[in-house]
Nanobody
């Protein structure tokens, strides 16, 4: 059973930075896109940032200029650098990988930004 392992969440004051990382427990598939989503209490899950296998990126308007999604050279790890964090960024962040087998989701990592 493949799992996406996330790390890097936590608590930070407004204006601070956090870096999230996600990698599969094993690679038995071809990855064509990787993304981070988030879900705050009472809200629907929303796309934060996405990176395709050709490294084309897409960001939610609310995080443009503050967040950066990257992947490693092997393109099997995805990172999310989050700078100038705001209280409204508080949410559970989920890693997602689109593959030739199916979509995989991480278990979620909590990010809390205090004002």
């Amino acid at each position: 059973q493949v799992q996406l392992v996330e790390s890097g969440g936590g608590w930070v004051q407004a204006g601070g930075s956090l870096r999230l990382s996600c990698a599969p427990s094993r690679t038995a598939f071809s990855i064509y896109a990787m993304a981070w989503y988030r879900q705050a209490p009472g809200n629907e899950r929303e796309l934060v940032a996405q990176i395709s296998i050709d490294r084309t990126t897409n960001y939610a308007d609310s995080v443009k200029g503050r967040f950066a999604i990257t992947t490693n050279k092997a393109r099997n790890t995805v990172n999310l650098q989050m700078n100038n964090l705001k209280p409204e960024d508080t949410a559970v962040y989920y890693c997602n990988m689109g593959t030739n087998v199916r979509d995989y989701w991480g278990q979620g990592t909590q990010v809390t930004v205090s004002s």
